[in-house]
């Protein structure tokens, strides 16, 4: 993959938390299998960041995630709301996520008011249910959070551009010897911050087309 950017905006190091803080988010509600562990570790590996050592990709503590990503607050605001689109990203934002997200959020010295309005779409395994706000204005400061979020590194462009979908996945039926067991929606109204998410593909898109001078074609 041809690139003009050549000045990453993070460290080695900095990407191998990163990635690794996001697969601790994914592991948080005991739902990522290990297709999907294989599926993540190949796409940062092979095709968004060859040539860089990322070890082997495990859960990651808080602490040494915040030792790793260090001081600088825009990174470290900058993977929390990478952190909260991988939790989100099924459509329901469960407690062991939310646990997670907060364990992480204190490590990096952080309190952001953004994420408490998240709490009211926590899912409740115990009635099926996911919370909804009572207000339409509730998610608005998360929302804005997130299109905050500052694109500066191609790395990290490549890998949202890859786990976001181009668009709204479709929704259907999951069968289990030809009986309907369950029923998927269209992700685009299942999940409140999908806009959030396609905006932020969006810009990626942009910043690896205009800024590094790559190829977008596999992304689109």
Known sequence: ??????TDKYTNEQISAWLRGLLTVA?????????????????????L?????????????????AMALGDDLHIKENFLRTAVMMAIAN???????????QEFQSALGLDLEALKSLESTLWHPETEKTGEAHHPDLLQPVKKWLDKMDINDPRVARFLCKMI?????????????????????PMCKLNPLYDQMVGLRFRSLSYLADDCKEDITPYI
């Open 1 to 6: 993959m041809k690139t003009n950017c050549n």
């Open 27 to 47: 592991y948080a509600d005991g739902n990522f299998d290990p297709e999907e562990q294989e599926l993540i570790a190949s796409l940062t590996q092979d095709e």
């Open 49 to 65: 960041i060859p040539c860089t050592d990322l070890g082997n990709l495990d859960i990651i503590s808080p602490q040494e995630l």
């Open 91 to 101: 459509g329901v934002y469960s407690k062991s996520e939310s646990d997670t997200v």
């Open 165 to 185: 979908p181009p668009q709204c996945p479709f929704e259907r039926d999951i069968t289990l010897f030809g009986k309907k067991i369950v029923h998927i929606p």
